[in-house]
């Protein structure tokens, strides 16, 4: 009898299970040592007046505010009632929609945040301040897309120009007219289609559809050069793009892929990038978002699936891993400062509609955590743990074995597990009864085949699953 140690590695769904490759990281984000528990969604404030696309926080000293963005509003968290009040702009004192918008891209410089939807002016909001959002300046530009590069707020695409990049003046986000005394500008990029998405930081990062474009500060006369990076590779789906430090991850026509600034490096070729084209409902990738959790130092993407429902695919960038799931949210957003103290938790009215448990960052005040929005609300990712489960590839001791007994290895929890066994490699995988370990940590399994995979599922208030042990069995084959 043979025991055999089955450590969790990488889930490669674009691999054959005879290679090893985990067949199903479900509901788990990937770990350095197996894979931890993904939290479920729960309601952290109350119904907006429309169905929301992406929320925004702002922090500067020790002011924290929230906000939300529909179509056509934006609306600031109440901390006092979990209340969200439309705080869009005024028009002679009227409270005014903006023109409708797929989505809002947001960013902070200094104690302002700058909001562009693609069909307004450059929106701002200064935090403590500001009772509603207001043009940022009379020549500010209408754009998509906003970030920050050193000192300049740099902004691109309108619908008349869609692959022309502006700055404002060094330190002043509300001059926008290029002149002797400023180094405002802009810079038209010919080739590569229409600009995607930017990002920023100590140099930017112009994603096209047809090519990768850094940005970085010169000085006087130019004010920035440009330089290509990629001449065929580029930016498939905007809202697919999440930065962390220097590095902007994006969806290209073929897969994902990193840019740090310098190179373009593959991060789901021959890992995940053909699943993922099979899972997606590419007709509908303008209703992707993607996010930074750093706390889990992991890229979430959330798409619509081929089932119907809302799948999110997550990238951990420590250990090169990948995992998948579904949820209820339906866009991600950047991290969020929440600004909500323990001492708040009166009002949710109950410790079961608290969104996050008590040890969780978001009750630091001011912390970032993971957030997004579920139809008319703001959610937190802080729930219990997801229904997860885990499938090994195939191993094979023999010509033909018995799989006999299997022992979880799960940190602080259990698990239950099932075995499919194939004579074949082109047979059905079908799993047998899934049983739950004893207090001895023992799974009684008895199933005849040449190749064997297993079924984890964890169970109670697990924080890591690493491996299974299986006890297999050569027969003869007479």
Not at 172 to 187: I, K, P, Y
Request: with cysteine.
């Amino acid at each position: 009898m043979a025991t055999k140690r089955l450590v969790l590695g990488e889930w490669l769904p674009d691999q054959p299970g005879l290679t090893g490759a985990l067949q199903e990281a479900f509901n788990v984000f990937p770990k350095q040592s197996g894979y931890g528990p993904f939290p479920t969604v729960k309601d952290f404030s109350n119904s907006a007046s429309q169905p929301l696309l992406t929320t925004i926080a702002g922090k500067f000293g020790d002011t924290v505010q929230l906000f939300a963005a529909s179509e056509n509003r934006i609306y600031k968290f109440n901390p006092n009632n979990l209340d969200l009040d439309n705080v869009s702009y005024l028009v002679a004192t009227v409270l005014t929609d903006y023109v409708s918008t797929t989505r809002w891209n947001f960013i902070q410089f200094g104690n302002t945040l700058i909001g562009a939807n693609g069909q307004n002016k450059l929106q701002s909001w200064v935090i403590g301040t500001s009772t509603n959002w207001a043009d940022l300046s009379a020549d500010a530009p209408v754009a998509s897309y906003v970030t920050v590069v050193r000192d300049f707020v740099v902004a691109s695409r309108n619908t008349s120009e869609p692959n022309k990049i502006y700055w404002s003046d060094i330190n002043n986000e509300t001059l926008w007219t290029a002149g002797a005394t400023s180094q405002s500008d802009f810079q038209v990029i010919p080739d590569g289609g229409n600009i995607q998405a930017i990002t920023g930081g100590e140099f930017g990062l112009v994603l096209l559809e047809k090519s990768v474009v850094r940005m970085s500060y010169i000085g006087a006369p130019l004010f920035f050069q440009f330089d290509t990076l990629s001449k065929t590779l580029g930016c498939y789906e905007p809202n697919s793009v999440a930065q962390y430090e220097n590095k902007t991850y994006f969806l290209s026509s073929d897969g994902f892929y990193v840019c740090d600034g310098t190179a373009i490096m593959s991060i789901g070729s021959e890992k995940v990038d053909r699943w993922f084209f099979n899972d997606v409902v590419e007709s509908t990738l303008n209703q992707m978002s993607a996010t930074i959790d750093p706390e889990r130092q992991i890229v979430i993407w959330v798409y619509p699936n081929t089932s119907g429902s809302l799948s999110f695919l997550i990238y951990n960038w420590k250990v090169n891993g990948w995992s998948h799931g579904v949820t209820t949210c339906n866009y991600v957003a950047p991290s969020t400062t929440t600004g909500t103290t323990l001492e708040q938790l009166n009002i949710y009215g109950g410790i079961e509609s608290v969104p996050a448990s008590l040890d969780s960052r978001l009750w630091a005040g001011g912390k970032a955590i993971l957030s997004g929005v579920r139809n008319d609300k703001i959610i937190l990712f802080g729930g219990t743990p997801m229904p997860a489960e885990i499938i090994t590839g195939d191993i094979q001791d023999g010509m033909q074995s018995i799989a006999k007994l299997a022992y979880p290895q799960v940190d602080e929890g259990s698990a239950s597990v099932a075995v499919a066994s194939r004579n074949r490699l082109d047979a059905d995988v079908v799993f047998g009864s899934q049983l739950p370990a004893s207090t001895e940590n023992r799974v009684p399994l008895r199933s005849v085949g040449r190749y064997h995979r297993f079924k984890i599922v964890p169970t109670g208030t697990w924080s890591n699953v690493m491996a299974v042990d299986v006890e297999t069995q050569s027969v003869s084959n007479r």
